[in-house]
């Protein structure tokens, strides 16, 4: 996979999910209101704030041999576009 650039927001709060155990993902959406995705990895050079809704800038590398449970591909942030504090969910 040749390398490629992307604009994802991501979500004020991590999500359960199931990897290889269960886990806390990150949630991002590719598209203004498109379906929230889970991110099983991490975004190389992001510091996730939970309460903040975070729009990114993200290059993706492919990992040559990745292991077989590992991820086929790295993701890097290159640049952050939008930070923006996000009120709780009502009960």
């Given at each position: 996979m040749a390398a490629g650039l992307a604009v994802?927001?991501?979500?004020?709060?991590?999500?359960?999910?199931?990897?290889?155990?269960?886990?806390?993902?990150?949630q991002y959406q590719e598209a203004p209101g498109g379906p929230w995705l889970n991110f099983y990895g991490a975004i190389e050079n992001f510091r996730f704030v939970p309460g903040e809704r975070a729009e990114?800038?993200?290059?993706?590398?492919?990992?040559?041999?990745?292991?077989a449970d590992g991820a086929s591909r790295r993701v890097v942030?290159?640049?952050?576009?939008?930070?923006?504090?996000v009120p709780p969910a009502a009960p």
């Open positions: 994802w927001t991501i979500a004020p709060a991590l999500a359960a999910c199931v990897g290889v155990a269960p886990m806390q993902c990150l990114v800038l993200v290059r993706f590398h492919a990992v040559d041999r990745p292991p942030l290159v640049r952050e576009l939008s930070r923006v504090r």
